[in-house]
């Protein structure tokens, strides 16, 4: 039974720094890319970053870029994405996401999902 579960999220100031964690189960993390999106309600879902399988190649939307970075660590079968210079804007849900390879639009297995929130 394949599982994703995020945590790490949480409430921080403008500026600020959150790591976010997705502790998988149920499938060999190393045959599979991990995306991270987020949602804020009443509007679409939005890829953020992504790492892939084979190369460990990873991607990330222009409005993150070089402020998160992501990374994977098979064999504790977490995958993470540190997040610095934290903005208003980057308040949502944040949600981790699996499949055979990267895609913002496609994604086959989601968790719950773990909220942030940047405010003063």
């Known amino acids: 039974q394949v599982q994703l579960a995020e945590s790490g999220g949480g409430l921080v100031q403008p500026g600020g720094s959150l790591r976010l964690s997705c502790a998988t189960s149920?499938?060999?993390?190393?045959?599979?890319?991990i995306g991270w999106f987020r949602q804020v309600p009443g509007k679409p879902r939005e890829g953020v970053s992504c790492?892939?399988?084979?190369?460990?190649?990873?991607y990330y939307a222009d409005s993150v870029k070089g402020r998160f970075t992501v990374s994977r660590d098979n064999a504790k079968k977490t995958v993470y994405l540190q997040m610095n210079s934290l903005k208003p804007e980057d308040t949502a849900v944040y949600y981790c996401?699996?499949?055979?390879?990267?895609?913002?639009?496609?994604?086959?297995?989601w968790g719950i999902g773990t909220p942030v929130t940047v405010s003063s």
């Open positions: 996401a699996q499949a055979l390879k990267c895609s913002w639009h496609r994604m086959d297995y």
């Open positions: 790492i892939s399988s084979a190369d460990g190649g990873t």
């Open positions: 149920g499938f060999i993390l190393d045959y599979y890319a």
